[in-house]
């Protein structure tokens, strides 16, 4: 499974089920994402909204605030009033990666928002052009590591952005590994996955709604995903900690998302959001719907598990952020 056993453990932990009453369902909730409509968060925070809608019966809206590498739609919910009518959706990478490359950040991610439950959880998935996999022999991740290790030798990986998961993980799978990769940021996935398919560049580590129906076509190869274990959709595609000879049998980039509040919102509204999307895991559909997106559900826990979560990934993100050189000024 993907998903940690410190996760799983603190997801059996009893969750408070308050009457949904405490905040009048006449009154929509807003969830606020950092990507423009189509971006990941949107697709989660859309397929939540109408879970959310069915199994409870609080209409949400989605709010689109993009820009600042989401900084712009975490300001929105930092300054929101701590009703319980409004939450963000944000990758762990704002709690982690960011603060690492982002030395002077406008705002303080612990002190300017509450982390209020874990959502889903994502990995990245390396591919490879079909074609140049068969001439070079890449059969498998393995391969194609060793190949890059030999003098001569090299890999070109196209980034969907500089300092983004692509970016962070190929860099340490690099250093660790011996191998020359070199890291090529491209402004979006779109046009790095184009190359990709030219041969233009040699692989992309990339999530996966937009590689899995050219691996599909057979026109891409799946080689590994990012995570440490294989994911449960892809059972054939091995996870980093299969490579322990590699030096890179830790790794584990999982990119979660954790639904955040303004700072000072009650224990009891945090409660009641919990429970909210508790239910929405429930709704028939959902699961094969982010599971088509490349997502996993994260059964909600409580906001401490959450916060301490967040604590644990802090030192794992930032050495990638460390070694990849990224900044953000």
């Not at 959502?119 to 991740?141: I, K, M, P, Y």
């Not at 970016?167 to 402004?187: E, K, M, N, S």
């Amino acid at each position: 499974m993907i998903l940690r056993r410190t996760l799983l453990a603190t997801a059996a932990l009893p969750l408070a089920a308050p009457a949904l009453g405490q905040i009048s369902t006449t009154r929509p909730l807003r969830l606020i994402v950092p990507n423009p409509p189509g971006g990941q968060s949107d697709t989660i925070a859309r397929l939540y909204g109408e879970a959310i809608q069915a199994t409870s019966g609080q209409a949400v809206v989605v709010e689109n605030r993009s820009g600042a590498n989401g900084l712009l739609a975490m300001d929105v919910v930092a300054k929101a009033p701590p009703d319980g009518l409004t939450t963000g959706l944000f990758s762990i990478t704002m709690f982690t990666s960011l603060p690492a490359m982002m030395p002077r950040m406008p705002l303080d991610v612990d002190r300017d928002v509450t982390a209020i439950t874990s959502v889903v959880t994502s990995t990245v998935l390396c591919v490879v052009q079909e074609r140049r996999a068969r001439e070079r022999g890449w059969t498998d991740f393995r391969a194609l590591v060793e190949w890059a290790k030999r003098p001569g030798n090299g890999l070109t990986n196209g980034a969907a952005s500089s300092g983004g998961a692509s970016h962070l993980l190929t860099a340490t799978i690099a250093r660790r590994a011996g191998a020359d990769i070199t890291v090529v940021p491209y402004r979006g996935g779109a046009p790095a996955l184009n190359d990709v398919l030219a041969g233009t560049i040699d692989m992309a580590f990339d999530f996966m709604p937009a590689l899995l129906p050219h691996v599909a076509a057979g026109t891409l190869r799946a080689l590994a995903v990012g995570s440490r274990d294989r994911v449960p959709f892809l059972p054939d595609i091995p996870g980093m900690g299969e490579f322990a000879d590699l030096g890179i049998g830790d790794l584990d980039l999982q990119s979660w998302n954790v639904l955040s509040g303004p700072a000072g919102l009650p224990p009891e509204l945090q409660a009641r959001t919990v429970e909210l999307f508790r239910r929405a895991n429930t709704h028939p559909g959902l699961e094969e719907r982010l599971r088509q997106n490349g997502l996993l559900s994260l059964p909600p826990v409580e906001p401490a598990a959450v916060r301490a979560r967040i604590l644990a990934d802090r030192p794992r993100w930032a050495e990638m952020v460390q070694i990849s050189g990224a900044r953000i000024e």
